[in-house]
């Protein structure tokens, strides 16, 4: 009996074809690859994308150059000016603080505390007009700090996108001169160190309730008003405040605002929203400089 043909000898099986490299890693095998160029790359070199994930050339490539990406920034910061001023009057805190602690109670002045602010005997012997403005960045104390840079960061809010940083720069300047004017106007003696944002954000508080006003808001339906009544109760009834330079910021800011936030259906001419905050301005320095000469 004859036996079957053994069977063939098996063949063998096929070799699975090698992985691609990655382009950066010749040493890395790679089993993605780019879904933009269709290079193949380890998963160290793929990012995620908006679709699939791209190498770090095609990512680099579709990055807009720095000026556009700093552009995109700057437009999403609604309120950069008050951030800005904000930084300021923390940058002279420090530099009033570690120049003497003590000055961070509120105890004083301290010499920086009188280098930087308002005092009529140096203004008026030795020409330091600059007080008028650094004034306005200068506190005594955390609590004086804390508060004012408050109101200045929610007025900011209302203010700056409303009017743009630009003018919103130009309303704050104005109010606080007009706060210094008013300090140097209503302050008897020459010796006497004032310093404080309050000033400006007086101008900021009355310059936003005239222009509610104006726009047919009653500011005792808001919490402005409240705000407002407050800080003006305060102003009077506590000991050590600046009447004047409240004031005088809260007679700049309305001013201002009465131009500057003018409603639609009552228009002034653009150039007047830029003129008044200026006008302001240079008002209160001439009026300053004659009061204290």
């Not at 407002?228 to 009834?237: D, E, G, M, R």
Request: hydrophobic share 45%; with cysteine; charged share 10%.
């Amino acid at each position: 009996m004859a036996l079957p043909p053994p069977p063939p000898p098996a063949q063998p099986a096929p070799s699975a074809p090698p992985l691609p490299r990655c382009y950066r890693h010749p040493d890395r095998e790679a089993g993605r690859s780019c879904t933009r160029c269709g290079k193949s790359a380890c998963s160290e070199c793929l990012v995620q994308a908006a679709v699939g994930s791209h190498c770090l050339d095609c990512a680099k490539a579709s990055r807009p150059p720095v000026a556009t990406r700093a552009k995109y920034w700057n437009a999403r910061q609604h309120t950069l000016v008050t951030y800005v001023l904000i930084a300021i009057n923390l940058a002279v805190f420090a530099y009033t603080t570690i120049d003497d602690p003590s000055s961070l109670g509120g105890r004083g002045p301290t010499e920086a505390q009188v280098r930087l602010g308002i005092v009529e005997f140096f203004m008026a012997n030795d020409g330091e007009w600059y007080r008028l403005v650094t004034s306005g960045f200068l506190h005594f104390g955390v609590i004086h700090l804390a508060f004012n840079m408050l109101l200045l960061y929610q007025l900011g809010q209302l203010l700056e996108r409303a009017l743009g940083r630009s003018r919103f720069a130009l309303l704050y300047g104005a109010s606080l001169l007009g706060g210094s004017f008013g300090v140097v106007l209503l302050t008897s003696n020459p010796v006497t160190v004032t310093g404080g944002a309050s000033g400006a954000v007086f101008g900021l508080m009355a310059a936003a309730a005239v222009g509610l006003q104006r726009q047919g808001v009653n500011i005792f339906s808001t919490g402005l008003g409240t705000t407002l009544l407050l800080n003006l109760f305060i102003t009077f009834a506590v000991p050590g405040i600046s009447i004047g330079g409240h004031l005088g910021g809260a007679v700049a800011g309305a001013v201002c605002g009465f131009v500057m936030l003018a409603p639609r259906w009552k228009p002034v001419p653009s150039w007047a929203r830029w003129a008044a905050p200026v006008a302001v301005a240079v008002v209160s320095v001439v009026g300053s400089i004659i009061t204290v000469g």
